[in-house]
């Protein structure tokens, strides 16, 4: 039998197996790896914001979103420097002088017993969840909903991250709870030549759709994945807050944001966003959205 087949095999050739494997049927193109994705006669590149939903919704569905554009490539190589040091080229993250900023020369630093407490609280694994020393708080039963896409699998009520503590409990996910602390440690606080004491938080978990929008799709904050900032208040008692200081100092940290979280959105980016960041960590395929 074998030699049969061997014999069969040598007398087509490799130009007719050639041949017969080019006709062969193949399965059609998967269209996510398409150049571009076309839906309800609207074509979206694979780089346009949200396509990985766009292609999934059904034929003759009307797609509108309310994503920012993606982040820019050199963007993101300058943010990553951040996590090495502070005062990356491209990203000096000193104050504006003269109207546009705060002294901060003009606040008295934390005095040395303030900053070995700090540390120590920082430190210690009392209190902490998620894992992380820093990240203060408690573990809480899971948040159901009857609402479909609402909840939270395995919520966390945090009080402080990085040692700044927040203006109420925030119920959150590990996932931005983490993402938070770490923008805190090396962005914030170094910007603020570690004078912040307090984030000001306008929103963490609620059910509802994004934007309030009705009709819109739930919200990252239904989901325990997001968390709004509306201010930040330093150890003298000073409230920088989005709406009235959008300053240098403010848009160097928010930007330095996109290398942290999923979505980053604030003053400028879609008229819903004037007076705080959202910031989210979204478990959407892709990469980060920033605007």
Sequence with gaps: MRAVLVAVLLCLGQEGLAQEIDTSPRPLANPRLNPAVVVAGVTAAPEAPAAAEVAAQPEGTVVS????????????????????????????????????GIDLA????PSRKEERKKKRETASRKGSVCGVAAIKGEEISRIKSKVQGCGV??????????????????????????????????????????????????????????????????????KGRAIDISAFILSNGTVL??????????????????????????PGSDGYHEDHFHFDTSARSGGAYCR
């Design 65 to 100: 979103s309310l994503r920012p554009v993606p982040r820019p490539p050199e963007l993101a190589e300058r943010i990553a420097a951040l996590k090495a040091a502070s005062n990356a080229p491209g990203l000096d993250l000193s104050v504006e002088p003269e109207g546009e």
């Design 106 to 109: 003009a606040i008295p630093p």
């Design 153 to 222: 699998e395995d919520p966390v009520a945090i009080t402080s991250v990085a040692g700044v503590r927040l203006s109420q409990t925030a119920t959150v996910d590990c996932s931005i709870a983490k993402a938070l602390n770490s923008w805190v440690d090396e962005v914030a606080q170094p910007a603020f030549d570690g004078r912040l004491v307090e984030l000001q938080i306008a929103a963490h978990y609620i059910c509802r759709s994004r934007n309030n929008v009705r009709g819109a799709k739930i919200s990252e904050h239904g």
């Design 241 to 266: 807050t989005v709406k009235e200081n959008y300053n240098k100092l403010l848009r160097r940290i928010y930007k330095a944001g996109c290398s942290y979280f999923r979505t980053t959105l604030g």
